[in-house]
C-alpha cells in the first residue's frame, strides 16, 4: 500500500528538518518544497493528503499558495491546508479563516501538534489508521534548564530526538552566520528580516528564548529597514550563534 504524501512548504533547512524528524515515525512520504512553484509542481503530480506551509516563504508566500489553490484546484477534491507559522496574529487568522483554511499551528510547534496534525488530515480521508507513537524519554542531565524545558514542550519529552535536531541546527548555524553577514553587507534588510525570523523559532525551540527574543527584535527592525539597530541585533546574535 502506497504511504499517504504530506506536502511540507518551507524554506527554512532547520525547521523543515524538525517536522521531519517529528514525523518519521508515521507512515507517511513527507515532501518538502521550498517555495509555491515547486509545491503546485508537486500537487499536480498527485496523491498529497495534506499541505503544512509557511506564509513567510520567498517569492510568492502561503497566503498566495492559499489563494492559488481556491482559484486553480490541482486535484478532484479539497486538500486539506495547515498553516505552520510564527507570524499568526489575529487579523492573519482572520484572513485564513475567510479563505478556508483547515487548521492553523504555531511556531514554534511541538511534536505532538505536528503528530496530531497530520493524523487528523488522514483521518477525514482515510479514517483514523494512522496513530503517532507514545514517546516518554526524561532529559538527563547534559541539558540546561531551559532545554530541557524545551524536550517537555517541544519533543514531546525525547530528549534523543531533541539532541539530533540540535546537531542538524549547529551545522546550520555557520551557514545562517554567513548569510547574514552578506545581507548585512548588501543592506538587504529583507533577507536580513527572513533569516530573523527563521532563527526566532529555531533557538525557541532549541531552548534558548531570550536569544529567539533578540531574533525577534532583530526581525523587527529588519522590516522596518532600521540599518544601526538592525546591525547591533546581529552583532549579538552572531555571537551567540558562533559560541554555539
Known sequence: MTAPKVLLVEDDSSIARFVQMALEELPIELLI??????????????????ILTDLMLPGESGIDLVQRLLQEPVQDRRIPVAVFSAGLTPPVREQL??????????????????EACVTD????????????????????????????????THFAGDEFLFKAYRASCLKQFAADVRQGDAACAAQDWPALRRLAHSLATVLLTLGHPTQSVRARQLE?????????????????????????
Open 33 to 50: 518544497c521550498a517555495n509555491v512553484p515547486d509545491a503546485m509542481e508537486a500537487l499536480r503530480a498527485g496523491g498529497v493528503e495534506l
Open 97 to 114: 479563516q475567510a479563505m478556508k483554511v483547515w487548521r492553523m499551528v504555531s511556531k514554534p510547534a511541538s511534536v505532538a501538534e505536528l
Open 121 to 152: 488530515a488522514l483521518a477525514l480521508t482515510s479514517g483514523p489508521t494512522v496513530s503517532a507513537p507514545a514517546v516518554a524519554v526524561t532529559a538527563g542531565n547534559e541539558v540546561s534548564d531551559d532545554e530541557a524545558q524545551a524536550i517537555a
Open 220 to 244: 523587527n527592525t529588519a522590516a522596518q529597514s532600521a540599518a544601526d539597530a538592525s546591525l547591533e541585533h546581529w552583532r549579538l546574535l552572531r555571537a551567540f550563534l558562533q559560541q554555539l
